[in-house]
């Protein structure tokens, strides 16, 4: 009989009484080792897509990183936050979206690129002054750049859309008191302010309450959203989409959004999930870019205060105010997809898992942002700050946190 070659093989044969009468070994080894090209190694770093110029950081040492750290599952990420989500009836065909997006080749680095003036403006004297509905409807179809139309104190039911474009020179203004409400009423309905395509306008001062979504912005560009109270909606309460750019959302009080489903109340929204960039945008990245969310409060929020898209480049979320006591929809105050954004100044207290996020949904987005000054009073389990994948996002060691399970962030200062 032949023997199996092996070092370690055996002939075993018992006879009667338990006698052993014999063992032969036979053996024979024939090692081949491969020769060590140090060329076939994968290397340990790992490849980021080049956005010249871009932000840097040194490489993160393996022993910084917090052991119990791990991603997020895919129920945390946008596999279930399409929050930007087609109205009824505009769903298109289930999958058609594109699979990538290019990067801008000559985005500046965070905080370095062109913003928008972010100085609080002030409303002129009025051209118009509106009393009903039916005033208000006819003032947005008839608005030419220059014009100031004044909301008097009241409530103004129905679902109201611009088309209408100020100049640089010349905007148009619709200003009032927060006793001025914007009332869209039901959650499941429109939008209670709409600017299609309307650039160069200013929205200072009033209230909007109910509707779908609140504010909604397609396609503007050089506007402002200033001093709104922004509360009740069905979905999220203020969405800059479409390509709208270069306009800045500030000093808004903003809550109780996601009545309809929670996990859709953003406070917030720049741009659109790579989902419907086929509904708003031509199946193309919705570039929504350089747009300022500065000096904002947020409280009763379901799902993020902001939540900033793949396909984004380039602006800023500054000195914000963040109570995350209401989320039940998401699990942080920020969740940041986009690339190039500056994250700075703010401050936010209670919050599920992490208080700010980076996630990549699209290979090279949720990259190159820089995270600078912010307080982060997670009161939960996860970080202040935490990047999936650390990418060459950036966290400053001036950031500060307080009741963060896994302490500042999952990649290390600097």
């Not at 640089?168 to 429109?190: M, N």
């Not at 859709?264 to 350089?290: H, K």
């Not at 940041?336 to 208080?355: C, F, I, M, R, S």
């Not at 970080?383 to 999952?410: F, H, K, M, Q, Y």
Request: glycine share 14%.
């Amino acid at each position: 009989m032949r023997l199996p070659e092996s070092p370690r093989a055996r002939l075993l044969a018992a006879g009667a009484g338990g006698v052993i009468l014999g063992m032969v070994l036979a053996l024979g080894i024939v090692a081949a080792w491969p020769d060590d090209d140090p060329g076939a190694r994968a290397g340990d770093g790992v490849a980021t897509p080049t956005v010249p110029p871009a932000p840097t950081i040194p490489e993160i040492p393996e022993s910084t990183l917090l052991p119990e750290s791990q991603p997020p599952s895919p129920t945390q990420t946008e596999s279930e936050e399409e929050s930007d989500e087609p109205d009824e009836g505009d769903q298109g065909d289930e999958g058609d979206q594109p699979d990538s997006a290019p990067l801008l080749p000559d985005a500046a680095p965070a905080g370095e690129g062109p913003l928008p003036d972010t100085a609080p403006v002030r409303c002129p004297a009025a051209t118009t002054t509106v009393t009903s509905t039916s005033d208000l409807e006819q003032a947005l179809a008839a608005a030419a750049p220059g014009d100031s139309i004044e909301l008097a104190d009241g409530t103004y039911a129905g679902s109201f859309a611009t088309t209408a474009s100020g100049t640089e020179e010349a905007p148009i203004f619709l200003c009032g008191t927060s006793a001025a409400v914007l009332d869209g009423g039901d959650v499941e309905g429109d939008y209670a302010l709409h600017l299609d395509g309307a650039r160069y306008w200013r929205l200072v001062g009033f209230t909007v309450s109910g509707g779908q979504k609140g504010v909604v912005a397609d396609g503007t560009a050089w506007s402002v959203i200033q001093g709104l109270t922004v509360s009740g909606t069905g979905d999220e309460a203020i969405h800059l989409r479409s390509h709208s750019t270069d306009s800045v959302v500030r000093d808004n009080a903003i809550g109780e959004t996601g009545l309809r489903r929670d996990k859709y109340g953003e406070g917030v929204y720049l741009g659109s999930a790579v989902s419907n960039w086929c509904t708003y945008t031509d199946c193309e990245a919705d570039r929504s870019d350089r747009n300022v969310v500065i000096a904002n409060t947020f409280s009763g929020t379901a799902a993020e205060a902001i939540d900033v898209k793949e396909g984004t480049t380039g602006g800023a979320v500054l000195d914000n105010t963040f109570d995350g006591s209401a989320l039940t929809g998401a699990d942080s105050w920020v969740d940041l997809k986009g690339n190039n954004y500056l994250v700075q100044g703010n401050t936010g207290t209670t919050a599920p898992e992490d208080g700010f996020q980076t996630h990549q949904i699209l290979d090279g987005w949720g990259d190159f942002n820089v995270f600078a000054a912010n307080h982060a009073d997670v009161q939960g389990p996860g970080a202040g700050i935490s990047s999936w994948p650390p990418g060459s996002n950036v966290v400053r060691c001036d950031n500060t946190v307080a009741g963060a399970g896994e302490g500042l962030s999952n990649i290390s200062c600097s």
